[in-house]
Structure formats: structure tokens, C-alpha cells
């Protein structure tokens, strides 16, 4: 039990804390919707503010232009700067970032999804950002305020790096994390970032790795307009047809990537890591309860968690230009554009993917005689990314998860990707550690239901985890000085 006065002052202003990630929910800085762009903006004005308070240092870095949905658009600058300057302290490099996905009522939220819900009754935070990954941010700003009003001198000097672009890529962040190894970040000596979550609903977790990611869209053409299925039915190619006969030549129904080259780079299984997954505290029935229904591709819990930690996955989430809305309308739509996404793990490079998929795709598509025209473009491209536990960034945090919660963490590789870390690994050359502060992806035995993650409907954060992790947090911090003189 914590009961150092930090923690102490955390448990007493919970309601200052609340209102502080509710006005950070509020601002709906969906980075993937052009429309939304002003708002991204917005909140990184709006946590600009938030650490100037705190007296920290922050310059907004803007990372040049992209082509979103046809428009030329100015990316949201990234946050960089610091609090703390004394060089006889080690320096922690916090890393997090301020976009959400796109969410809205009509896919099936309980409450506007912008609008911040606390549910006193199941004492629950939702509203999209929540836990991906506004609370976390809430979390740092919270310890360090926290620190000051308690007057607990912070033992590190910290750096921050805040983007606006994870969930859409990352763009433009590469080359300004590259250039601050020598500038910002040069006296960087570990970084944390908190932006992943927990397996089950009890132990809590720490993260030595992430999977990559490569994101294809594939168009396909022909007809110059919508047509009369009853019209040119069996008379034109059809787009749609077409697509679909693709996509069932990518993955088949056990998970199994039918992409030739993929499977082949990734690391054989042996015995010693296997058992490291059959270790991992967590059950079958955590997965069933998080999903809803029990639906999963194996039974054995080991290769469940390979099967989103060690392997990759190729998931298809969409097609645009298909006819999505009531009804029974006979239109044979002129050109669509599917979207799916491979999950990357070590030896596998987003452009060597990349390659494999347009190869692939093409012959396939040349299988099939259709006269339709075939676009296949990777949109977003991020290397998978696994770390050493042996290092003193893991053991503060692990001594942190000890002191806070009396258990001692599973390690754990994400399934999920942050195409960033592996840049921060690399071009600073420091060891980078994923502290999911305790914010619960999967739902909680109470309520058991499997639509409030992260990316879903109804995310939202546990008011005890949202406490609790900012109490990891600060206390992470305060741990570092030892943990690193003992290394
Ligand atoms: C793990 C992290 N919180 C996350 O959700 N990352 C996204 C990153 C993304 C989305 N599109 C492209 N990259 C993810 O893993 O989907
Ligand atoms: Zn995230
Ligand atoms: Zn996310």
C-alpha cells in the first residue's frame, strides 16, 4: 500500500483529477477525419497549457503537410520539451499521444462518445480517449502536479514528446525524434511510454514489445457510375465482386496469412519461449469475457497470446463505397476501396511487406480476368519493436507495480502497435519501456462486456485504474534514482 503523500494527495483531489480528463475527452481530436483537424490542434493547445502550469518547457514542433481525404492539411505539431535540468539526475523520456480514433453514437455508444460519461454507479470514465490514451497522459500531468503540491521533489529531470498523429501513422514524428536525439533528447536516459493495457483485469502488466503494422487500401474500378444490378447484372465486372475474391485469397478463416513470404521471416517457437506465454498470469476466460463471446481461434491460452504477441495478423476492417445503409438497394457500386492491415512482428519490414502484398495482390487479381482497374497503396507503414527487461527502466516500474497494487507484473508484448518506439530505441539508444498504467482494456467481472476497449464503442477507463495509474506513475518516477544506482 502506497501511502506516501503524493499518493495521499491523488486519492484527495480525485475530482479535480476527473474534470482534467474530461476536458480532455472533450475536445474530439480524431487525427484520421480532415473535418476533425482544427480539434487535434486544439488539444495540443490545450496540453501545451496544461504543462506550461507545471513550469514545464514545451515548444510545438510543427511536422510540415499530409493529403488527407483530398485536402492538403497542416499535421498537428508535436510537443516537445521538458521539466528538469540538473545534471545529477538521470532523465526519463515520457512519450504519449493526444489524437483518438474516430468514434460516433450511431456505432453503438451508450453516450455521445465526445461527451465525457463518469458513471458514478460502476465508477467508470467513458468517452473516446479515456484510456487511449488521454487518461494516460492525465496520468503524467496529474503525478507531477501531485509532486509539486505536496512539495515531493521530482528525482528525474523529464522530456516530453507529445503527437497528435499515432492513431493515423505517425507522420512527420520519425524525422523529429531523429533530429532531438541530438538536441531535446540528447540527455535522455530511459524513456517510459503509457499507451498499451493490461491483459486481464488483476495483474498487472509490463511491455518489452510492440507488433508493426503495414495498413493497405486496395480501390478497385470500372463502371463510370453506380449501376442497376438488375440492369448490368452479369454483364459488367463488378468491383465489389472483384474485391471480395481478393480479400479471400488474404487470410483464411484459422488466422493463417496467405500472403507467401510473410509467414516464412517470422522466428521458429522454441520451448523456453513457449513456456514464457503458458507463465503469463492470465486465463482463457479473460480473453472470452473481454471479447463478448467465445469465439477465439484456439484454445490453449499459450497460443492465444502468440497469436497477438509473437505472430503476425491480418485483419480486414472495411470497405469504402459499398453500400452500407438499410434496405435492400440493387446498386452494383462503381469503385470501392477495401481496407486491411497486417500486424508486423521481428523480421518483418512494413516496405518488405509492402512489396510481398503489391506482388501478390496484382497476380491474383491478373487470376481473375476482370477488365476492373486495380489500385493497391500501403497508407501507413510502422516497425515492430521488442526491448530488454534486464535494464533499471524496468525495474523502477516493476518495484512501482509492487508498491502500488502488493503484485508483481506479468511482462507482456503488445499486439497493438506505436510505430514510434522502435525510432526512440534506436536514434537514442536508450532503453524504452511500456508502463500500461493499470488502464483496464478488457472489461472489468462487473460489468462483463466486451465493447468498451480501446478503438471499440464505449471505451472507457476505471476511475480505480485512472487513480491507481497515476500513482504508478509518479511512483515509477520516484524510483528511478535507486533503481538506476543499483544497475
Ligand atoms: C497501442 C496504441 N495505443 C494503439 O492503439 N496504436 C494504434 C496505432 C495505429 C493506428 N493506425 C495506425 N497505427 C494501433 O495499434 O492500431
Ligand atoms: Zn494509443
Ligand atoms: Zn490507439
Keep these: ?51 506550461e502550469k507545471l513550469g514545464a518547457e514545451i515548444r510545438s514542433v510543427p511536422l510540415g503537410k499530409q493529403v488527407l481525404d483530398g485536402q492538403e492539411l497542416d499535421l498537428p505539431p508535436a510537443l516537445v520539451g521538458s521539466l528538469g535540468k540538473d545534471p545529477k539526475k538521470k532523465t ?59 512539495k515531493t521533489e521530482i528525482p528525474v529531470n523529464l522530456r516530453f514528446c507529445f503527437e497528435g498523429m499515432e492513431e493515423s501513422g505517425s507522420e512527420g514524428l520519425e524525422e ?18 503509457s499507451d498499451n493495457y493490461w491483459l486481464g483485469t488483476t495483474t498487472p502488466c509490463l511491455t518489452y514489445g510492440l507488433r508493426g503494422l503495414s495498413y493497405f487500401s486496395v480501390s478497385i474500378s470500372g463502371p463510370a457510375a453506380d449501376l442497376h444490378s438488375g440492369v448490368f447484372g452479369n454483364v459488367v465486372h463488378e468491383p465489389m465482386t472483384d474485391l471480395f475474391a481478393l480479400f479471400s485469397k488474404l487470410v483464411t478463416p484459422q488466422g493463417k496469412i496467405l500472403v507467401p513470404g510473410i509467414n516464412e521471416k517470422v522466428a521458429p517457437l522454441t520451448d523456453d519461449e513457449r513456456k514464457l506465454y503458458e507463465d503469463i498470469d492470465v486465463t482463457l476466460g479473460d480473453f472470452e469475457q473481454a471479447i463478448g463471446a467465445k469465439v477465439t481461434i484456439s484454445e490453449d491460452k499459450a497460443e492465444v497470446l502468440m497469436g497477438r504477441m509473437r505472430y503476425p495478423s491480418l485483419s480486414i476492417h472495411g470497405v469504402e463505397g459499398a453500400f452500407s445503409g438499410q434496405g435492400a438497394k440493387t446498386v452494383i457500386p462503381a469503385a470501392i476501396k477495401g481496407k486491411f492491415s ?77 510505430p514510434i518506439t522502435l525510432t526512440f530505441a534506436e536514434a537514442l539508444g536508450k532503453n524504452v519501456m511500456l508502463l500500461p498504467s493499470a488502464y483496464r482494456y478488457f472489461p472489468s467481472n462487473r460489468v462483463g462486456r466486451g465493447d468498451d476497449g480501446a478503438h471499440s464503442t464505449n471505451e472507457k477507463l476505471d476511475l480505480a485504474n485512472y487513480i491507481e495509474g497515476t500513482k504508478t506513475l509518479g511512483q515509477y518516477l520516484l524510483n528511478v534514482p535507486a533503481a538506476a544506482a543499483s544497475a
Design 176 to 193: 523529429l525524434v531523429i533530429k532531438e536525439a541530438k538536441g531535446e533528447f540528447a540527455d535522455v536516459d530511459a524513456v517510459c511510454i
Design 1 to 51: 500500500m502506497l501511502d506516501a503523500p503524493f499518493a495521499k494527495w491523488i486519492d484527495e483531489h480525485q475530482d479535480e483529477l476527473i474534470a482534467r480528463l474530461k476536458e480532455a475527452v472533450e475536445i474530439p481530436s480524431v487525427s484520421g477525419d480532415a473535418s476533425y483537424r482544427p480539434h487535434v490542434v486544439r488539444m495540443g493547445e490545450w496540453l501545451r497549457a496544461e504543462l
Design 342 to 418: 497486417i500486424r508486423l512482428v521481428p523480421d518483418l519490414d512494413p516496405d518488405e511487406v509492402n512489396e510481398l502484398v503489391q506482388k501478390y495482390l496484382k497476380a491474383e487479381f491478373a487470376k481473375l480476368g476482370s477488365k476492373n482497374t486495380l489500385k493497391v497503396e500501403m497508407l501507413s507503414g510502422g516497425k515492430p519493436w521488442v526491448a530488454s527487461i534486464d535494464h533499471w527502466n524496468f525495474r523502477a516500474a516493476k518495484d512501482a507495480i509492487e508498491k502500488v497494487y502488493g503484485k508483481t507484473p506479468s511482462y507482456t508484448r503488445e499486439g497493438g502497435s506505436i
Design 92 to 150: 526519463v523520456l515520457v512519450y504519449g499521444h493526444y489524437d483518438v480514433q474516430p468514434a460516433s453514437l450511431s456505432d453503438g455508444w451508450k453516450h455521445e462518445p465526445f461527451q465525457f460519461t463518469h458513471d458514478k454507479e460502476t465508477r467508470r470514465l467513458y468517452g473516446r480517449g479515456s484510456t487511449d490514451d488521454k487518461g494516460p497522459i492525465m496520468g503524467w500531468i496529474n503525478a507531477i502536479q501531485a509532486f509539486q503540491e505536496t
